[in-house]
Nanobody, 119 residues
Framework: QVQLVESGGGMVQAGGSLRLSCAAS????????WGWFRQVPGKEREFVAR????????DYTDSVEGRFTISRDNAKNAIYLQMNNLKPEDTAIYSC????????????WGQGTQVTVSS
């Protein structure tokens, strides 16, 4: 089992920045990949960014490419999402997820943190 806790959400004006954090505890050595996802009411959860734990390789959805940066701190068992030049359409609940080695899906999720961007 892995427990994930997000922090860092809040309310900013368009063009502003926020940094989200996700800290893991439990079987962290089994995590192969971390991801950030977001969801607005009435819509499906959307992939935002992911990072491979061992290689550090990253991947982003097109709408955040160049504005968001995902990073990791191996010593702290944590990942971060630096979000710059935020837009109102980035408003959502952001959650981090973890996928174990050998697993196809993300099986562990945090509780989510609200990000609200005003125009």
């Amino acid at each position: 089992q892995v427990q994930l806790v997000e922090s860092g959400g809040g309310m900013v004006q368009a063009g502003g920045s926020l940094r989200l954090s996700c800290a893991a505890s439990g079987r962290t050595s089994d995590i192969a990949q971390w991801g950030w996802f977001r969801q607005v009411p009435g819509k499906e959860r959307e992939f935002v960014a992911r990072i491979n734990w061992s290689s550090g390789n990253t991947d982003y959805t097109d709408s955040v490419e160049g504005r968001f940066t995902i990073s990791r701190d191996n010593a702290k068992n944590a990942i971060y999402l630096q979000m710059n030049n935020l837009k109102p359409e980035d408003t959502a609940i952001y959650s981090c997820g973890a996928r174990f080695f050998g697993a196809f899906n993300y099986d562990y999720w945090g509780q989510g943190t609200q990000v609200t961007v005003s125009s």
